[in-house]
């Protein structure tokens, strides 16, 4: 026996069908925006993880190189130290060695990575040091490395790295013996190992007389 089921009952359950579906796409369209925005965000975190851990590994080839090579200098270029013989010098890269300043553009790399013999510091000298390596002498056309004034010897061929006015030295050291030098090679003193040696070395032979000799 067929059933017959009121006209308006089938309408309305057909409404229903169709009012149903479209909310549940929507709701599967709703979940699939969620999964996508949670995709991403894993995306984002992997991404940041993957970034901090290329920092961190920067940061610690930094830090070996540092320990492996030493600190860099914090005042690029040349820089002054004071030698053992408390005389001016060059300041090696390593921050340890110091050579006399007229070590420097001599030929002979004494820093240990040779950088007492740069190009850049030596290819035209003096103008290319730095000042502090550079004593002028009476002549302005002569120069010396600094640590060659006062040091006893005429560097500067006429002894004004040793006497005023143009330079202005102490009294002879304990292993010098004081008088105007008839030697071209010394100025006011002469080291003492050249007394009584029966050579005259003072104009007044005070280095035959009166000089002690070496102590």
Known sequence: MNKI???????????????????????????????????????????????????????????VLVVILGLPSRTPGAQLC???????GFLCHDRRSCIPAHGVCDGVRTCPHGEDEDE??????????????????????SWIYSDQKCDGINNCGDCSDELSPVTSCPLCGPGW?????????????????????????????SDEFSCPGPE
């Open 5 to 63: 089921f009121p006209q308006g009952d089938a309408e309305d359950n057909a409404a229903a069908r169709t009012k149903a579906g479209p909310r549940g796409e929507g709701k599967g369209l709703h979940l699939k925006r969620f999964g996508y925005s949670l995709l991403c965000c894993s995306r984002r975190e992997a991404c940041l993880s993957a970034f901090l851990l290329l920092l961190l590994a920067t940061l610690a080839a930094l830090l």
């Open 82 to 88: 004071v030698t053992p013989a408390n005389r001016t």
């Open 120 to 141: 850049s510091l030596c290819q035209d000298v003096p103008q290319s040091l730095p000042s502090f390596l550079v004593a002028h002498c009476g002549n302005p056309a």
């Open 177 to 205: 013996w004081r008088c105007s030098s008839t030697v071209f090679r010394y100025c006011s003193c002469i080291p003492k190992n050249l007394c009584r040696d029966h050579v005259q070395h003072c104009s007044d032979w």
